[in-house]
């Protein structure tokens, strides 16, 4: 495995080398990418810019910026080239970020995310300890690249950077959940929603959400849309009674959902 180092970004060259890796993660069109000149401008102004190396080049990088409330950071981008996957990168350059952050009195950062893909919910909630309990539907508009294809449906990650949750998920991670006999908010067959269960009880729930959701974007429209629509029906009523999600189980991809006085058990 290539070693993978962390550093905070400097000068245009460096910054043009991450206008390139949005091109190549994400396959956004020029209107869709963050410019050079923007980062510089932020950084300056106190958001970081930080970078992943591997092998002698840049592999990955993390973007975010100060908020009006200065214990609270937003994390807009981070990305890792597809053959770094699977190398640490992205937690390297997540771990880095905390401690960029909390040198600089910041407690708490936030980022949205696709609540339909499963692999980013498994970094941000189980690897990272992160929790959602916000939707956004339909947050950025029409989107190209990878993220073309369906609405823009988000939902806010919460990252409290100083608790023990989240020291515990990047250190010391615990072992999945035990699902075992947890109520489901929903009914999939396949890869097809078929039912919301808006009237369940309990500690902890579960929801399905697809396997391979850039399939479905790339192949059925159709069904994307379905999918969109069968969350904005089920996470902001459970968002609304209370719950958020705290933890995510793969095979089938499942979110596990919880009250704020339960998020790990």
């Known amino acids: 495995m290539a070693e993978v180092r962390v550093r905070e970004l400097r000068g245009f060259e460096e ?4 206008v390139a890796l949005q091109r190549e993660v994400w396959g956004r069109a020029e209107s869709d990418l963050v410019p050079r000149g923007l980062l510089i401008a932020i950084q300056d102004e106190g958001g970081l810019v930080a970078g992943a190396f591997a092998e002698g080049r840049m592999v990955g990088f993390v ?4 908020t009006q409330d200065p214990t609270l950071h937003h994390s807009h981008m981070l990305g890792v080239l597809e053959a770094y996957r699977g190398t640490g990168a992205a937690l390297l350059l ?5 401690d960029w952050c ?3 009195g910041i407690r708490k950062v ?8 499963g692999v980013n919910a498994s970094f941000n909630l189980r690897k ?4 959602a309990r916000t939707y956004l539907p339909d947050h950025y508009g029409p989107m190209t690249g990878i993220n073309a294809g369906a609405p823009s449906d988000r939902v806010l990650a919460e990252w409290d950077l100083l608790s023990e949750r989240v020291y515990t998920r990047l250190y010391a991670p615990p072992p999945e959940p035990e699902a075992a006999g947890l109520p489901q908010v929903n009914r999939v067959e396949g890869e097809v929603p078929l039912e919301a269960r808006l009237d369940l009880e309990g500690e902890r729930l579960l929801f399905q959400i697809p396997e391979d959701w850039g399939r479905i974007l790339r192949e059925d429209p159709a069904l994307a849309l379905r999918w969109r629509e069968h969350a904005r029906q089920v996470l902001p009523h459970y968002f609304a009674r209370g719950f958020r999600l705290v933890d995510f189980l793969r095979h089938p991809n499942r979110y596990v959902l919880a009250k704020d006085g339960d998020l790990d058990r």
Not at 15 to 18: A, F, G, K, N
Not at 94 to 98: E, H, P
Not at 128 to 131: K, V
């Open 128 to 131: 990272l300890g992160a929790t």
């Open 15 to 18: 910054m043009e080398e991450v």
């Open 63 to 66: 973007f975010g910026f100060p």
């Open 94 to 98: 997540k771990r880095f970020q905390r």
């Open 102 to 104: 909390l040198s600089r």
């Open 110 to 117: 936030v980022w949205t995310f696709d609540p339909m893909r």
